[in-house]
């Protein structure tokens, strides 16, 4: 696993997946009940901006970079606070100089009931991820490949939650691993929320994701794509997509007014937007 996610920490896709990603925890927290965060490819959970590996890129200028200097409408702000919060207490409130990745946002968002289980491969990367949360007892590190953490996790024993499955998209068959992990989570957990990210790159392999997905008789499936560019634009990182199962009561709408309002602050060419559709609806009886 080559991977390092450092270099690309805080780029338009983190946007777009941790604002998503803090929508949904918000979502849980409406009830009481604890709930479990699993995080199949945690990363390191924070990252140094002005450190060589994130300087060699620049990729945060373009995504996080925009969004803290652009002059935001009311209604995405809202939409964006939770994200925001988070963001400003791992700067201590000042000069945004450090990003937090998606365990650390939902260890920061978590209530004292709930819990968050972060797995990562990468050696490195694994140590970092467990120092950075030595002694917290309600932060389980583990390092494991990602897709075997898909299926050993799940059900929590808090019956409530959300996997968040972030691969790197190193190989070919990665589409075919979300497909194959999601199908098996869900017929141990059917009523987790599971939110899956994927790059969009190649626009005949996101169609054929999609149509396995229409076919897995998962049912409750929406995909939302926000796209920097045309996704036509051949062997570029046009935008970033995720496939969420089980969205929380009218999500879709959240989803859009979200996208609509980050298209015009992340857009980087002609082609920029949005993609919000239902893949699979309610199950029928």
Not at 62 to 70: E, F, S
Not at 91 to 117: C, F, H, K, V
Not at 238 to 243: C, Y
Request: proline share 6%; aromatic share 8%.
């Amino acid at each position: 696993m080559n991977y390092r996610h450092a270099f690309h920490a805080g780029n338009f896709a983190d946007v777009v997946k941790h604002a998503v990603l803090a929508l949904l925890i918000e979502r849980l927290k409406e009830k009481e009940a604890a709930f479990r965060v699993i995080d199949t490819h945690a990363g390191t959970g924070f990252y140094d901006l002005t450190a060589s590996q994130a300087a060699r890129t620049g990729e945060w200028r373009q995504g996080i970079g925009r969004l803290m200097t652009h002059t935001l409408d009311p209604a995405l702000t809202d939409l964006l606070q939770p994200y925001l919060t988070v963001l400003k207490i791992a700067n201590g409130g000042g000069e945004l100089t450090r990003y937090p990745g998606s365990p650390w946002i939902a260890r920061e968002l978590m209530r004292r009931q709930d819990r968050l289980t972060a797995c990562e491969l990468h050696p490195e990367d694994a140590a970092t991820l467990r120092d950075l949360f030595e002694g917290d007892r309600q932060v389980k590190t583990i390092m494991l490949d990602g897709w075997l953490a898909l299926g050993s996790f799940v059900p929590p024993k808090e019956r409530r939650g959300l996997v968040l499955v972030d691969p790197p998209f190193e190989e070919r068959d990665d589409f075919d691993k979300l497909v194959s992990g999601l199908k098996a989570a869900h017929r141990r957990w059917p009523a987790g929320t599971y939110a899956l990210w994927y790059p969009v790159k190649d626009v005949v392999a996101i169609d054929r994701f999609r149509a396995d997905l229409a076919r897995s008789e998962i049912p409750r499936i929406i995909r939302a794509e926000l796209l920097i560019r045309s996704r036509a634009a051949t062997g570029r990182f046009n935008g970033t997509g995720l496939v969420i199962c089980n969205p929380p009561w009218k999500f879709e709408e959240t989803l859009a007014a979200l996208l609509a309002g980050l298209a015009p602050h992340l857009a980087d060419g002609p082609g920029a937007g949005k993609v919000i559709d239902v893949i699979a609806g309610e199950q029928k009886a």
